[in-house]
């Protein structure tokens, strides 16, 4: 259930949200872009849910109250990175403060949440990964990342506790 190269789609990505409208095709093609170009062709899945399902997996396999934008879960084989998860609620309130599409929003976050994939933490690493994003982000023409915007951490890659409820 990954992005990976001439696959279909339904394989690796999923959209279990009904309340916000956005491009899908779209989003897939950015996201086989980005593991052709950013992932080295590793293989990730991604979710796009509801405000309340980033807010289970939250405190599930955080321990964080809450709901966040974005969760990236790593898997830890060579081929296969793991699985990005974003809330599609947070998007449309970060695209409108912003000024921007949710289809741009939602690029912006899977971005972002490939970066944690490939082991970058804006927590800890002294600003690498800052700098990753804010290159990406601008060969790929989109506005400011999450990092850059709010000047500081967003999401850390933590170790699960379990598999996630999608991948059971």
Same mark, same amino acid.
Request: glycine residues 10%.
């Given at each position: ?83 990005? /998860? ?27 949440? /490939? ?5 970058? =933490?804006?927590?800890? =690493? ?43």
């Amino acid at each position: 259930m990954s992005v990976h190269a001439g696959s279909d789609s339904s394989e690796w990505f999923s959209n279990r949200q009904r309340s916000v409208r956005f491009d899908a095709a779209s989003l897939v093609r950015f996201a086989g872009r980005l593991r052709r170009r950013l992932a080295g062709g590793r293989e990730f899945a991604l979710r796009i849910a509801s405000d309340g399902a980033l807010r289970r997996a939250n405190r599930s396999f955080l321990g964080r109250r809450g709901s966040t934008d974005v969760l990236s879960f790593p898997d830890g084989e060579a081929s296969r990175l793991g699985d990005i /998860l974003i809330s599609a609620n947070r998007a449309r309130r970060q695209a409108r403060r912003l000024g921007h599409s949710v289809d741009r929003e939602l690029r912006i976050l899977l971005l972002h949440g /490939l970066l944690h994939l490939l082991g970058h =933490d804006h927590e800890r =690493d002294g600003g690498r990964m800052r700098r990753l994003e804010e290159s990406w982000r601008r060969r790929l023409g989109l506005p400011a990342g999450l990092i850059e915007r709010t000047g500081g951490p967003r999401v850390s890659p933590r170790p699960r506790r379990a598999a996630p409820p999608w991948r059971r």
